[in-house]
Each structure stands twice: as structure tokens, then as C-alpha cells.
């Protein structure tokens, strides 16, 4: 079946503007997870979504980045008036359950965002 | 700081020669995960150990976990051009919510 989807796969910005990132989970899997890579380093743990439950968000490195997802699926991270430092690989996983560190988690292939 | 930190940073051996990298922690986990980056996009997921579990094999593929020492090590036998890739542990750590990957091992497979 169709793994976990991203777009846009390349995002160019100007300092300042908002973009929205999007991550289409595998069909039924009921965790999704957002993570950044910036450039030769490890991921870092941004948002954690698990059914209709409260997000977990202690990883957001600022009020300028949130996210959401509707209905149980389709998730969208969305980055306002962003800074050069924002610029990274934003990864989106899902998992068929919750429960931290015990199912693997499926990544997407990432949007690569650069801020000018 | 990270929860995981794989060593060395980055490695480079010839084809069918051996790699061994290694994963260190600080708190205690439920279990470890190894997972592959190709080209800096997305994760391949290889392997899974749980904190109960000392040893796990999967293809060439070996993975042992000491959680006295709070380590663990894959092990990457008869190594081939295609394994060239990124190698990140991650640890589920007990009573938490979050998966934790380490900065990674830099793997170079010479023909």
C-alpha cells in the first residue's frame, strides 16, 4: 500500500512569510509524528499527534510553528513568519499505534525548506 | 542532549568487510530502535529491541542491547555499496512520549 506522503518534497521562502507543510499518513495508522533535521544532525521532535487525543507539542521550538490534524489523518505543520533557522528537512511518521518507542515508525521522504 | 549518540560519527570500510556502530544512553527505555537515511530524506526502520532482549538478528543484521552498560550496537555483516547510508538509534524511554534519535553514523561502503 501507499507509504506516507509530503509535500510539497522542496520548499523555497522568504524570511518572513508563513508555509504550510503537509503529511498524509498511512491509511489506519493512528500516530503521526513531526520531526526536523537540519543539516548533517539528528532529528529533533517537534509534535506528536495520537487519534483524538491532545497533542503533545513540548517539542515545538517556538509559538511561530503549530499544527494540526483533521480528521484522524491528513496533518499540516504550519511555520508563520519564518526565520533563517528554520531552514531543515521536516519529516512526518506514522505508526499504527501510540505508545512511544514501541511500534516503528513509517517516515515520509521529508520537505526540504530553505528560508532565503 | 540527545538521549542516543552513536559512534564513531562516521565510518568507511571496504565491500564485504564488517561495520559495527554503537548507540549509548542515559535513561532507562522500554526498547531501541536502529533506523537507515538514505541521501538525508526519509528513515528506513530495521530493527526493533525490547529492554528484555539481549540479542536480535534480522537478515545481516545484528543487534545486541546491554542495558546495564546502557548501550547497544548494530552490526552490519558482509557489507555491500547499497548499505552506504545514515544510521540513527532511537530509544523509547520508559514513562515518556517521545522518540529520541541519536545524531546518527555516517556509513561509507567502498567498492
Known sequence: GAGVSQSPSNKVTEKGKDVELRCD???????????????????????YFQGNSAPDKSGLPSDR??????????????IQ????????VYLCASSLYGGWGV??????PGTRLTVT | SQQGEEDPQALS????????????????I???????????????HLILIRSNEREKHSGRLRVTLD?????????????????????????????????????????????
Open chain 1, 65 to 78: 510553528f503549530s499544527a494540526e490534524r483533521t480528521g484522524g489523518s491528513v496533518s499540516t505543520l504550519t
Open chain 2, 30 to 44: 522500554n526498547n531501541l530502535q536502529w533506523y537507515r537515511q538514505n541521501s538525508g530524506r526519509g528513515l528506513v
Open chain 2, 67 to 111: 542495558t546495564s552498560k546502557k548501550s547497544s550496537s548494530l552490526l552490519i555483516t558482509a557489507s555491500r555499496a547499497a548499505d552506504t547510508a545514515s544510521y540513527f538509534c532511537a530509544t523509547g524511554a520508559q514513562g515518556a512520549q517521545k522518540l529520541v534519535f541519536g545524531q546518527g553514523t555516517r556509513l561509507t561502503i567502498n567498492p
Open chain 1, 81 to 88: 513568519r519564518t526565520q533563517q533557522e528554520d531552514s531543515a
Open chain 2, 13 to 28: 570500510i571496504q565491500e564485504g568487510e564488517n561495520a559495527t556502530m554503537n548507540c549509548s544512553y542515559k535513561t532507562s
Open chain 1, 103 to 108: 511500534y516503528e515508525q513509517y517516515f515520509g
Open chain 1, 25 to 47: 499518513p498511512i491509511s489506519g495508522h493512528t500516530a503521526l509524528y513531526w520531526y526536523r533535521q537540519s543539516l548533517g544532525q539528528g532529528l529533533e521532535f517537534l509534535i
